[in-house]
Structures are given as structure tokens and as C-alpha cells.
């Protein structure tokens, strides 16, 4: 990679990418991680296996980069972007890949434009893993264009400009996630209620029947796998759809359901769940 880039976060998405594009040597990357006494050991460890360059601070990681990626957690997505304002180059394209309300990454637009940069909304509609540099990226705002080619250029494979107006990549994503988050919210509700009343055979049966891409009991073992793992954060990221939703005026009683169920499964800290979906009832209902 010719480019260099200033990288914050360096979490699940980040270091995936990093080492997919072989960005080593080329990226420079802070992560409030390092701040922690605890977890910079672990950290350090994983900028040395990408190659890339730590920065002690977010002003060394930006420090004359004209290509900025944010991927942090959804609830630090704007304060991010409000701090690294103050450090970013005139021109700079700040490359916002957080799952967030287009609310705030309007919010978070104001402050980088203010500054002189220029703010790109970029929505991730997949996992990282297995997908990696072919995980679909849809963007929107006024370089757009401009970020694509550079984005391409880090080796992201399948990315589409959506429209000039920042919020608008966010929007498809946010919406879409009532649906894909909220079935997963909707499997724990069902399968824990058909084993406690001992019918679980014959719920995933009946479901079975009237839809076939594949049994319910393997779409419902890996609903709660994804819960179990990554519930926390997908908690925070639908906070963000509710706001888009309320913005909407749309209404967002489900939503905020899905994100009580996120964080109460994700708040169980099963990191990794057990094969199996009775197994995994268990490690939920702790029987």
C-alpha cells in the first residue's frame, strides 16, 4: 500500500483490516486502549502482528495524514470525530465507518468540516469476518467519489457511492438493522419461552415449515452465538437505530426492545459460547 493512513481504533474491524490489506508500515493507529495499563500490553501485541505504526497519542496518529479511518464503538463515534477536528490537515478525508445514527455522523460532520476537513459516511453492511476486504461498503457525502478511489486503493473490494448527502449510508444501514438485529433479539425471546414450556422441537418444526433456507435451529444457534459474543455492541449501535427511528417519527418500540435483549444477552460476558443451541440456552439461562 502507497498510502499512508491514520487509523483509529484498532479493535475487531480495524486489525482485521489492517492485516488483510497489508497495511504495515503504512498505517498509524492509536486506540484509547493503550491508555489502559492493563490491556497496552495486549494492544502492542497486535499493532506488531499488522506491522503498523502505535501512536501514543491521537494527534501522532493523525499528524499530517490526508486519509483518516474511524473505527471505534459506536457510543465514542462522535467524540472521536469532535477531537480528532482539532488535528486533522486542511483537506484531510475523514472516513467515518462507525455504526452510527445519521444523526450523529451529521454531528460529527460539522465538527471535521468545520475544521477544514472533509467528513465521508461510510456504513459497513457486513462482518468483517469472514468477509474482510469484501465486506460491502456503502458511502455517502461530497467526496465520496474521492474516498472510494482511496479506499479501493487500501484494497476494499466491493464499495458503492450512495448519494452526496452524509447520513444518507448510515440510513440503509440503521434501517436494515431493525430487520437483521431485530430477528436475532426476536430468536432469543422465542427459543428461550419454547424451552421453558418444553415445546423447542416443535417450535423450530412449525418454523421449519414455513420457511426452508435452512433450519430453524441452525439460524437460531447462530443468532445467539452473534448475541452472545458481540450483544453489548450491537446494543450501543441500536441505541443509534432508535435515534434514527425517533428521527424518523417513524416510532421505535421493537428497537428499543432488540436493545434491551442485546445488552442483557452481551452483559452475560460468554465470549465463547458453547456449540449448540440447547447449549447455548443454557449458558443464558445459566441451567
Known sequence: ?????????????????????????????????????????????????????????????????????????????????????????????YCDLNSVAPQTKRAAARAIEAAGGHYVDVAVMAPVDPARLNVPLLLSGEKAGEVEARLQALGFAKTRVVGEAVGRASSIKMIRSVMVKGIEALTAECVLAASEADVLDEVMASLDASERPRPWDVRADYNLDRMLVHGLRRAAEMEEVVKTLEGLGTGAAMTRGTVERQRAIGALGVKAPPDGLGAKIGAITQD
Open 1 to 93: 500500500m502507497e498510502q499512508e493512513i491514520g487509523l483509529i481504533g484498532f479493535g475487531e474491524a480495524g486489525s482485521t483490516f489492517a492485516l488483510a490489506g497489508d497495511w504495515a508500515g503504512s498505517a498509524h493507529v492509536f486506540d484509547a486502549k493503550t491508555e489502559d495499563a492493563v490491556a497496552r500490553d495486549a494492544m502492542l501485541a497486535r499493532y506488531g502482528e499488522a506491522g503498523v505504526t502505535a501512536a501514543d497519542n491521537l494527534a501522532d496518529a493523525l499528524d499530517g495524514l490526508s486519509l483518516i479511518v474511524s473505527l471505534v464503538t459506536a457510543d465514542q463515534a462522535l467524540a472521536v470525530a469532535q477531537a480528532a477536528a482539532g488535528l486533522i490537515v486542511p483537506g484531510a478525508l
